[in-house]
C-alpha cells in the first residue's frame, strides 16, 4: 500500500493508517511536507470493497491532506 499525504500545519505529523478496521501501519512526518509511505499489508486484510482510514495521533488537532493511494499485489 502506498499513498501520498501533506501536512497542512507547520507542526510533526503522527498518523495511523487503517485498512478494513486493521491497522496497518503508522506514518510520521514534518510540516507541510509531503509524505508518500509505503506500507505491507497481508492479503488477507483486502476485501471487495476496501476502507481506508488515516486517523492523526497526539495532538489536539491536525490538519492531514490526503493525496492518492495505490494497491500492488505480488
Given at each position: ?12 505529523h ?61
Open positions: 500500500l502506498k499513498l501520498r499525504l501533506q501536512g497542512f500545519s507547520n507542526t510533526m503522527n498518523a495511523e493508517v487503517w485498512l478494513n478496521g486493521t491497522l496497518v501501519g503508522a506514518v510520521q512526518w514534518e510540516n507541510q511536507d509531503q509524505h508518500t509511505p509505503t506500507l505491507s499489508i497481508p492479503a488477507n486484510v483486502l476485501a471487495t470493497t476496501n476502507v481506508i482510514s488515516i486517523a492523526p495521533q497526539g495532538l489536539n488537532y491536525d490538519f492531514i491532506l490526503f493525496d492518492w493511494l495505490e494497491i500492488s499485489y505480488r
